[in-house]
């Protein structure tokens, strides 16, 4: 089962909800916000309620830390009953706890879980303290023990980022990981982080858009040659094998309620569940706009990339953070000549753009 997006149903994908704030983690590659507030049930069950009558055929639960919430299990009953596929995206710690976990897993979710290590020894400690900011080894070992006991095959992902400590670490940890994902016959999810307050594009724990690519060619190695798979015939800077189409088919809504194009553009809004509905919500003409890459996105991604119908663009947060425009073609992508620079991806004037004016807007320009 790929990780989200594998089903469309009248143009529309998924729906990604942010349960909860909430985190018993630090790690290092999170760009999410760490602060006490929780969803209220009221917007979630709307969020939930519209989105089936809509059609949506997928929804993804994500926090902060979704294992946080008392009343998660509520939450999970709530929405399996309306979608066909409901992915759980948690780092596992609270799976350590066998009866939780089993409880989870008779819901019918799919889990998509964490993973850095597949050992206990000191460097895989070390590592494991380093990117997620705590000692959290011991739990995520033990999530993954029940999820292993309790979860068929089929309704498990594992999310590893590709950053520098899994790729060099000895013979690369992240490498251990995708071939024992694929032994278990789980989804594996290997993704290029965006950019966060701790983890900027180049810094020591970044992987260069050149090493992107040898890692990908080794995720597609080790499928052909040991697995007897065909391999990715597509290695973009998403997540080996995968592309991300939320701004075009999907929609996310952040703990309040407010509704943003994804994850990566939490300062731009389509309105908010509790005051507009979600069919008002997917015809805001900026969202009209935006879910239309072609038109929407500036430079060599969508005029000379060969690639774009399918990337789109690569991640748009991604792109926005290194570019501070919405529009910005992604920089930091194997695909793109080394001649350009990131102001090539910025359109040369805001005029006429929809957003000009717009106070998260900091196109780089010189």
Known sequence: MPFREVSMTKGLVGIGVDITEKCNRNCLTCFAKHTP???????????????????????????????????????????????????????????????????????????????????SNKADYQMEKLLTGGNHLGTSHAGWRNIEKYFPPERVCVQCCITRPVVDSGRGSI????????????????????????????????????????????????????????????????????????????????????AVPCVGFPGLSYGNIMGTSLAGILDNPLRQLIKEPQKWIYGYCSTDCPYFERCTGGCRGSSFDMAGCYRASFHYCPHIPKDLRITDMVPPTCSGCPLEGHPSCKPKRN
Not at 64 to 90: C, H, M, S, W
Not at 216 to 234: K, M, T, V, W
């Open 37 to 119: 507030r929780d969803m209220q049930r009221c917007i979630f069950e709307r969020i939930v309620d519209e989105g089936a009558e809509l059609g949506f055929p997928e929804f993804y639960i994500l926090g902060g830390e979704p294992g946080l919430r008392a009343d998660l299990q509520d939450i999970l009953r709530y929405t399996v009953k309306k979608f066909n596929l409901v992915i759980l995206v948690t780092n596992a710690d609270f799976l350590a706890n066998e009866a939780v976990c089993q409880q989870v897993a008779d819901t019918g979710v799919v889990v998509a879980a964490q993973r850095h290590t597949l050992e």
């Open 175 to 258: 490498f251990k990981v995708f071939r024992w994902a694929r032994e278990m016959g789980y989804e594996p999810v290997m993704e290029f982080t965006k950019e966060g307050s701790a983890f900027r594009r180049g810094c020591q724990y970044d992987v260069s858009p050149e090493e992107m690519m040898q890692v990908l060619q080794e995720f597609r190695r080790i499928d052909i040659e040991e697995f007897g798979l065909p391999g990715a015939d597509l290695l973009s800077p998403q997540a080996y094998g995968k592309t991300c189409h939320m701004q075009e088919a999907s929609i996310h809504f952040l703990v309040d309620g407010m």
